[in-house]
């Protein structure tokens, strides 16, 4: 090889190991900077005030139940809020700063108050990986250097970005995981979220059904043991949620 390609070589696998060498140094960093500077940051980003409903008591009280009920030790430093926006497609997301999105359109695709609290328990988990914090790191970095020399437009559009971001591969898996084990806590059923994961297809391109193979996902629920498990909500609950906000 002549020894000018092999200096090109070089200096292409320098920048390579460079640029790996700062993604993971970002991955870490971001876990550096505390859960409730991060819902500083959140609350300062008034993103979905225009489509948030404001609930009646009643359904209120029935989503701070199925909040209270998913929670595990430790959640509190996280700030786990719930949210309903109205929304037609069949969704939840999680924001940062601990803010989790319920569409409208889940409450109505839903069969009952067990389907959502799976879905809810997987958002929770992307709150506790700090998953959104994880893939927008490289981006807010750019933001806030752009920032230092008077270009703030980046920061402002870097944050309207954040609802529609879509997981890894693997971020996904171990959402799945801890929703599962979530729901095993709670004492909330699998088997719904089961069924759930198997209608997905019929939601279409939804950003849920960007996750990992429905199929699979199912099989994982329903194979998962839950002792004395209760309804996450009661009827009338379930019934006070699911009608609070028409589109
Ligand atoms: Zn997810």
Same mark, same amino acid.
């Given at each position: 090889?002549?020894?000018?390609?092999?200096?090109?070589?070089?200096?292409?696998?320098?920048?390579?190991?460079?640029?790996?060498?700062?993604?993971?140094?970002?991955?870490?960093?971001?876990?550096?900077?505390?859960?409730?500077?991060?819902?500083?940051?959140?609350?300062?980003?008034?993103?979905?005030?225009?489509?948030?409903?404001?609930?009646?008591?009643?359904?209120?009280?029935?989503?701070?139940?199925?909040?209270?009920?998913?929670?595990?030790?430790?959640?509190?430093?996280?700030?786990?809020?719930?949210?309903?926006?109205?929304?037609?497609?069949?969704?939840?997301?999680?924001?940062?700063?601990?803010?989790?999105?319920?569409?409208?359109?889940?409450?109505? &695709?839903?069969?009952?108050?067990?389907?959502?609290?799976?879905?809810?328990?997987?958002?929770?988990?992307?709150?506790?990986?700090?998953?959104?914090?994880?893939?927008?790191?490289?981006?807010?970095?750019?933001?806030?250097?752009?920032?230092?020399? &008077?270009?703030?437009?980046?920061?402002?559009?870097?944050?309207?970005?954040?609802?529609?971001?879509?997981?890894?591969?693997?971020?996904?898996?171990?959402?799945?995981?801890?929703?599962?084990?979530?729901?095993?806590?709670?004492?909330?059923?699998?088997?719904?979220?089961?069924?759930?994961?198997?209608?997905?297809?019929?939601?279409?391109?939804?950003?849920?059904?960007?996750?990992?193979?429905?199929?699979?996902?199912?099989?994982?629920?329903?194979?998962?043991?839950?002792?004395?498990?209760?309804?996450?909500?009661?009827?009338?609950?379930?019934?006070?949620?699911?009608?609070?906000?028409?589109?």
């Amino acid at each position: 090889m002549e020894s000018s390609k092999r200096t090109g070589l070089f200096w292409i696998g320098g920048a390579l190991i460079i640029a790996a060498l700062l993604a993971a140094s970002l991955n870490w960093a971001v876990t550096l900077i505390p859960p409730t500077v991060e819902t500083r940051w959140a609350r300062k980003l008034p993103v979905f005030n225009d489509s948030e409903c404001e609930l009646p008591k009643d359904a209120a009280v029935a989503l701070e139940k199925l909040r209270k009920r998913l929670l595990l030790p430790g959640d509190d430093e996280f700030s786990i809020s719930l949210r309903i926006v109205r929304a037609r497609e069949v969704n939840a997301f999680a924001f940062l700063g601990g803010s989790i999105y319920i569409n409208t359109g889940l409450l109505k &695709g839903a069969f009952n108050a067990d389907e959502v609290a799976g879905v809810v328990a997987h958002e929770m988990a992307h709150v506790r990986n700090r998953d959104v914090l994880h893939s927008i790191s490289g981006r807010l970095v750019t933001a806030i250097l752009l920032a230092q020399i &008077g270009e703030t437009s980046g920061l402002a559009n870097l944050f309207t970005q954040v609802a529609n971001l879509t997981f890894t591969r693997s971020q996904e898996e171990a959402a799945d995981r801890s929703a599962i084990s979530r729901l095993q806590a709670a004492h909330i059923a699998t088997q719904p979220l089961a069924n759930f994961f198997k209608r997905l297809p019929s939601f279409g391109p939804t950003m849920l059904s960007d996750h990992p193979d429905s199929e699979s996902r199912s099989q994982m629920a329903a194979s998962a043991v839950v002792e004395s498990p209760t309804p996450a909500l009661s009827e009338d609950e379930w019934n006070a949620l699911k009608t609070a906000c028409a589109l």
